[in-house]
Every structure is written in structure tokens, then in C-alpha cells.
T-cell receptor
Framework: NAGVTQTPKFRVLKTGQSMTLLCAQDMNHEYMYWYRQDPGMGLRLIHY???????AKGEVPDGYNVSRLKKQNFLLGLESAAPSQTSVYFC??????????FGPGTRLTVT | AQKVTQAQTEISVVEKEDVTLDCVYETRDTTYYLFWYKQPPSGELVFLIR??????QNEISGRYSWNFQKSTSSFNFTITASQVVDSAVYFC?????????????FGPGTSLSVIP
């Protein structure tokens, strides 16, 4: 039982490049989330999903897209990376939407 | 609107001292949940506790205790006899009816350093 896993763990992008972060959970959770963590700002919700095939915007959705084609996977895409998207990205999942289980994080640097 | 405030940005204590991390929240919901998470230097987020708005009993778990007071909208976290392993960033968080319980609002975090 791996819980929540994130791929990759680290990534360096150049401005304008695109990439996809993968989050996978094996707990059969309905709810999945993508957050970014920046110094002094806590975690801010980017997008979330309340079930397979559904997505919704969070607090800071601009510049990101997501997809939830399978219940166990939640993908976060950056179409044209910008230095402001340098951050640590956390994925989380939840059975009820209340208690969340987090992945180990992905450290992204955009130069 | 919902908001979580952790006024203490950084705290340093000497090992074995007690320390309290403050959390003040704002919500118009009558039913809501409060959480504390720990983020050690390794980076992962570890769930510590969840309380619902109908349960104001204080909770103790080993050296950790939580004081929930609806009258002051606070959910403070105390570590007794702190240890170096307690060094981490601690986040207070809130989930409620306004967000359909789908989303959790995190505070900015308090960085705790326990000095040996």
C-alpha cells in the first residue's frame, strides 16, 4: 500500500517549457488535490477533483491544467512554465474530502 | 470567507521547554473541521489531528495537546518537553460547509526549531 505517490520528485524547466506532474493513489479515494507550497504562504490549492472525470479550480489555478481520467490518477500540467511557478507541489487524496493524505512533494524550478 | 492565521512565523525553544503554537480561524460555518499537520525537514506532510466544531474537548496525545476554544476561534497546539525531533513547520487548517468540505484552507505555518 504505497499511499500517495508523486512523479517526478525534482524537475528543472526552462521558461516556456511544458511538463506534467503525476499523482497516484492506491486508497480508492474519491477526492484528489494539487497544492503548491511557497515560503511564508502555506499550501495553496491549485485544482482539485471530487471524482473520476471531474475537476475544479482552487485558489491559484492560473497557468495550470489538470485531468482525472482514472480514479487513481490526478495529473497537473504546466503548458508554458514561468519562473513564478517555481515551487514545491504536493498532491493529496481524501476519502471524504475532510482528512487528506499527502504525497512526498515535487520540487520544481523554472529558470 | 474562511481564513486561518498563524501569527508566529518562527519559534525557537531549548529542548525540554514547553511550546504553544497559536492558530486562529475565521469561518461563518456552524459545522467545520480543524486540523494540524507537521512538515519535518524531510518535506512530507504528516497529519496530526482533526477536530470537529461540535467537540470542544481538549485532546492529549503523548507530549502533544490541543486546546480548541470556539469562543476565541482558536485551536492551539502545545508540545510539552520539546525534543529536537519536534523541529518542523506546523500548519493549522480548516474545512467547512462553505467549501462543501471539499477543500481545506491552510494557515501560513509556524516554523519550530528545538535547540539541543
Amino acid at each position: 500500500n504505497a499511499g500517495v505517490t508523486q512523479t517526478p520528485k525534482f524537475r528543472v524547466l526552462k521558461t516556456g517549457q511544458s511538463m506534467t506532474l503525476l499523482c497516484a493513489q492506491d486508497m480508492n479515494h474519491e477526492y484528489m488535490y494539487w497544492y503548491r507550497q511557497d515560503p511564508g504562504m502555506g499550501l495553496r490549492l491549485i485544482h482539485y477533483s471530487v471524482g473520476e472525470g471531474t475537476t475544479a479550480k482552487g485558489e491559484v489555478p492560473d497557468g495550470y491544467n489538470v485531468s482525472r481520467l482514472k480514479k487513481q490518477n490526478f495529473l497537473l500540467g504546466l503548458e508554458s512554465a514561468a519562473p513564478s511557478q517555481t515551487s514545491v507541489y504536493f498532491c493529496a487524496s481524501s476519502y471524504s474530502g475532510i482528512e487528506q493524505y499527502f504525497g512526498p512533494g515535487t520540487r520544481l524550478t523554472v529558470t | 470567507a474562511q481564513k486561518v492565521t498563524q501569527a508566529q512565523t518562527e519559534i525557537s525553544v531549548v529542548e525540554k521547554e514547553d511550546v504553544t503554537l497559536d492558530c486562529v480561524y475565521e469561518t461563518r460555518d456552524t459545522t467545520y473541521y480543524l486540523f494540524w499537520y507537521k512538515q519535518p525537514p524531510s518535506g512530507e506532510l504528516v497529519f496530526l489531528i482533526r477536530r470537529n466544531s461540535f467537540d470542544e474537548q481538549n485532546e492529549i496525545s503523548g507530549r502533544y495537546s490541543w486546546n480548541f476554544q470556539k469562543s476565541t476561534s482558536s485551536f492551539n497546539f502545545t508540545i510539552t518537553a520539546s525534543q529536537v525531533v519536534d523541529s518542523a513547520v506546523y500548519f493549522c487548517a480548516l474545512s467547512g460547509q462553505q467549501t462543501s468540505y471539499d477543500k481545506v484552507i491552510f494557515g501560513p505555518g509556524t516554523s519550530l526549531s528545538v535547540i539541543p
